[in-house]
């Protein structure tokens, strides 16, 4: 196990078979859940951070974190208490959604774990129409006006996460707003959900995440200001 980070069952003491009332009842017992989340996620590995030794992203950037939220889905008390986490949010900011809409691929199953604790609708939405087929961008039934949440995995610079709710509108869909796991809060992202007023919430965040790795001693304090300034201008750092 890594330094100072312990990963350990979630459980509510709730006996009620209503989803509303054990949806509440986890809103009620969530008050640290960006700190749990951020946790687990350094716990079960999903998010590494090698200040020393940077990843190359797929779009060339170099960067001391990696994060793949896919790994949540193998550990069951994880994604449970991300579950719940999200299906609280859902609850909390947008009583009257009825859809819920994840983002192809890493938030796919995500999403449909949401929506059945929710007991609502669910689709999926790829980042392009297919070249075959039926040639669907979004998957499963919905209906013009249906208004719906966008669940997804990661923002980065928020470029395909936008895309799917252009799609969802472009379909005739009210999108409430978008929740995700996990952000690296790039300035960047946060400009284009404004410019296209959609409302943006996430599980927990960039800041969280590192106060959490160097409190349980996953990287020094001398790491942090590095961290600090790849997350300024991600673009130019390790250049």
């Not at 069952?9 to 017992?29: A, C, M, Q, W």
């Not at 449909?112 to 499963?140: C, M």
């Not at 409190?215 to 200001?225: F, K, L, Q």
Request: proline share 4%; aromatic share 10%.
């Amino acid at each position: 196990m890594e330094k100072g980070v312990f990963l350990q069952p979630v459980r509510f003491g709730t006996e009620s078979d209503n989803p509303v009332v054990k949806i509440y009842f986890i809103l009620h017992h969530m008050e640290n859940s960006d700190k749990t989340i951020a946790g687990y996620l350094l716990q079960i590995k999903a998010i590494k951070l090698q200040p020393a030794k940077p990843f190359t992203w797929a779009s060339g950037w170099k960067s001391p974190i990696y994060c793949d939220n896919r790994m949540t889905l193998s550990f069951p008390e994880v994604r449970t208490y991300i579950r719940d986490s999200f299906a609280a949010r859902v609850m909390e900011l947008y009583p009257g959604a009825g859809l819920i809409a994840g983002v192809a691929t890493g938030a796919i199953a995500h999403g449909a774990l949401v929506a059945d604790v929710l007991n609502l609708p669910f689709i999926y939405v790829r980042s392009g129409a297919k070249e075959h087929g039926l040639g669907n961008q979004i998957e499963g039934h919905y209906e013009k006006g249906q208004k719906v949440v966008v669940i997804e995995d990661l923002i980065s610079t928020g470029g395909s996460s936008l895309g799917a709710v252009k799609a969802l509108r472009d379909a005739g869909c009210e999108v409430l707003g978008m929740i995700a796991i996990f952000t690296y809060g790039f300035n960047k992202a946060a400009d284009a959900f404004s410019a296209e007023a959609c409302q943006l919430d996430t599980l927990s965040n960039y800041s969280v995440l590192v106060d959490m790795a160097v409190s349980s001693g996953y990287i020094t304090a001398d790491d942090v200001e590095t961290l600090k300034k790849w997350r300024t201008d991600p673009s130019a750092w390790g250049r």
